[in-house]
């Protein structure tokens, strides 16, 4: 199964390259935002919007909150001055904290939430601004999973991660030259102290990754996922399929009430 998630990383990062350049020339655009986070997500869409489009017009926005570990953030500045594209950073803090001064009771979860959308709402902002787009880094494990915030982080206009599991990401980014450092670090939301991914979820990417594509791609069966995969372990299986259907409603657009024509213009 490992050899069926080995990806192609020359033909991809070409193919992604010319996807970028596609879609915003269908936007009539030239400017890409992104959130610099130094994490491998966004650094591989960094490397990618700067081999898409002139580095002078490529902005990789850092947004801390003052729980961000320190070095994320350097690794963020390390990814803007390899890449030599230009770069901001705004706190977010401020505006955080003062929102939860009326909610003092609010956990963490909230917090984060409000965190991720309000990043989200600074890249926007800024997108017009400078009159570009906004590029998003949710890869296709996070998606599938359900690991992301509604109108925060999975609120990107285009993504040319998406089609990528996180095990496909690290194949990329090693390709692509990505500093030691990122490439070495656990993956982390980072929207409170302490925690990994792995921590959050309950498994690793490894382990989901292979249980998503068997699943969801394959449409096979846990019994089948778990013969077929010896390492799995049945527990595991399940929890990942569950936190597949439990996020379904992540998965799909807005809802607008249909009225029929009888009701309406009775």
């Known amino acids: 199964m490992k050899e069926i998630l080995k990806i192609n990383p020359e033909r991809v990062k070409n193919y992604l390259v010319e996807f970028l350049r596609d879609e915003f020339k ?3 655009k030239e400017i890409a935002i992104f959130g610099m986070s130094g994490g491998i997500d966004s650094t ?3 490397y990618l919007c700067k081999f898409a489009f ?4 490529v902005y990789g926005i850092i947004l801390p909150y003052k729980n961000t570990p320190k070095i994320s953030v350097d690794h963020a500045y390390l990814v803007g001055r390899t890449l030599g594209i230009k770069y901001l950073r705004f ?3 401020p505006q955080i904290d003062y929102y939860f001064k009326n909610f003092p009771q609010a956990d963490k979860l909230r917090i984060g939430n409000k965190i991720a959308r309000e990043r989200m709402s600074i890249l926007y902002d800024l ?3 400078f009159n570009g787009l906004v590029v998003g880094s949710s890869n296709k494990s996070e998606i599938y999973l359900g690991y992301g915030t509604l109108f925060g982080d999975l609120a990107w206009l285009i993504n040319p991660l998406g089609d990528l599991f996180k095990t496909e990401i690290y194949q990329l980014a090693e390709f692509l030259g990505v500093p030691k450092e990122i490439l070495n670090k656990k993956p982390s939301a980072e929207l409170w102290e302490g925690q990994t991914d792995e921590e959050e979820l309950g498994f690793t990417y490894k382990d989901a990754d292979i ?3 068997c699943y969801i791609e ?3 069966k846990p019994e089948e996922i778990v013969n077929q995969n010896k390492n799995l372990n049945v527990e595991i299986v399940k929890k990942v399929i569950e936190r597949v259907r439990k996020t379904e409603f992540k998965r799909k657009g807005p809802k607008i009430a249909k ?3 009888e009701i309406k213009y009775s």
Do not use: E, F
């Open 211 to 213: 249980i998503l594509y």
């Open 54 to 57: 002139d580095r002078n017009n």
């Open 26 to 28: 269908k936007a009539n």
């Open 127 to 129: 997108s017009v601004h």
């Open 91 to 93: 706190n977010v803090s």
């Open 218 to 220: 394959k449409n096979m």
């Open 44 to 46: 591989v869409l960094g």
């Open 259 to 261: 009225i029929p024509d």
